[in-house]
Antibody
């Protein structure tokens, strides 16, 4: 079964950091672009960052550029998002997702991990 | 990277058809035929229902259809059913491997 499972969310104070992880299984992880998408409470989806198959191409939304870092470890079938300098506006559910092969849509999603930024 | 514009809510009776619009710019929706639509039920992960403007993934009901004209994409749900009550988001490629989502539309089945 194709699956993505996020972890690493939690409660963090403003200015703090977290490292989110996404474990992939059931497919050849190293063949796919991957992405992080977040959703603030009661709000819409927001694209956060993309990474290509071998990790040498990374792109970010302007809202997180310079604070968030996307990475992957193909040997461990894992995607990561280092989130730094967090503010209350970063409180959200973070989803990892897979881009369909040679395509521009996300065809597999995890269930998300919640990041709460509060003092 | 401003969110694409969608109506906040759309409603319809069972069996009716509804259409959700998604308006962007000449840099995203208007520039690429890479608009996708996602359905999200409360507390669940999004699910792709349309990609590349009008293509339907295997297993998605043919009651869902997509189109695009200029800077505006549209999702039509025909034969509305109770299970279609959910939030819907469009998403467009915006160049240089970046993407932008729509503001989201809550569909209510009356």
């Amino acid at each position: 079964e194709v699956q993505l499972v996020e972890s690493g969310g939690g409660l963090v104070q403003p200015g703090g950091s977290l490292r989110l992880s996404c474990a992939a299984s059931g497919f050849t992880f190293s063949s796919y672009w991957m992405t992080w998408v977040r959703q603030a409470p009661g709000k819409g989806l927001e694209w956060v960052a993309n990474i290509n198959q071998d990790g040498n191409r990374k792109v970010y939304a302007d809202s997180v550029k310079g604070r968030f870092t996307i990475s992957r470890d193909n040997a461990k079938n894992s995607l990561y998002l280092q989130v730094n300098s967090l503010s209350v506006e970063d409180t959200a559910v973070f989803f990892c997702a897979r881009f369909a092969l040679r395509a521009h849509h996300m065809d597999v999603w995890g269930k998300g991990t919640t990041v709460t930024v509060s003092s | 990277q401003s969110a694409l514009t969608q109506p906040a809510s759309v409603s319809g009776s069972p069996g009716q058809s509804i259409t959700i619009s998604c308006t962007g710019t000449s840099s995203d929706v208007g520039a690429y035929n890479y608009v996708s639509w996602y359905q999200q039920h409360p507390g669940k992960a999004p699910k792709v229902i349309i990609y590349d403007v009008s293509e339907r993934p295997s297993g998605v009901s043919n009651r869902f259809s997509g189109s695009k004209s200029g800077n505006t994409a549209s999702l039509t749900i025909s034969g509305l059913q109770a299970e279609d009550e959910a939030d819907y988001y469009c998403c467009s490629h915006a160049g240089r491997d970046t993407y932008v989502f729509g503001s989201g539309t809550k569909v209510t089945v009356l």
